[in-house]
C-alpha cells in the first residue's frame, strides 16, 4: 500500500518501489482492495525481494512494519535516508470481513497520514 500511496500522493515528486525480505510471492488482495475503495490505483502490483533492488541507489528507504525495525536492511549505494514507519500488518487481520477491511484501512490511514506529514509537508 505505501508504494501506491507515495506514487498517487507525491503526483511525480517521488516514484516509489516496494520489495521486502521474506516476500510471499503475491501481494494480499485486500491491500489492492482498499487502494481501490480510497480511489487510489494500485498500478499492477507485485511481490518481490529487496535483493532485486540492491544495486540501485535510493534516496530514502522507508521500512513500514513492526517486526522490519528489527531486521537487518541492505545496504543500498548512496546512503539513503533511512525511516522507519512502525505499521501493524493488516495481512495478519483476524474476524469477519468488516474486521479485516477496518485493519486494512487503518494501516492505509496510518500510511497516508505519514506520507503526507513526512514527505509532502
Not at 17 to 41: D, F, M
Not at 72 to 80: D, I, K, L, M, Q
Request: include cysteine; hydrophobic fraction near 30%.
Amino acid at each position: 500500500m505505501a508504494e501506491a500511496l507515495i506514487n498517487h500522493l507525491g503526483q511525480g515528486r517521488y516514484h516509489a518501489v516496494s520489495a521486502g525480505s521474506h516476500p510471499t510471492g503475491q501481494v494480499h488482495p485486500r491491500s489492492v482492495e482498499t487502494l481501490k475503495r480510497h480511489g487510489v490505483n494500485p498500478g499492477e502490483p507485485r511481490s518481490k525481494s529487496w535483493d532485486e533492488f540492491a544495486d540501485m541507489s535510493f534516496d530514502l528507504v522507508i521500512t513500514v512494519c513492526d517486526q522490519a525495525a528489527g531486521e537487518s536492511c541492505p545496504v543500498f549505494p548512496g546512503s539513503p535516508e533511512k525511516l522507519h514507519w512502525s505499521t501493524p500488518d493488516p495481512a495478519k487481520a483476524t474476524g469477519d470481513d468488516d474486521d479485516i477491511n477496518s485493519t486494512f484501512d487503518e494501516a492505509f490511514y496510518l500510511l497516508k497520514d505519514r506520507i503526507k506529514k513526512e514527505l509532502l509537508s
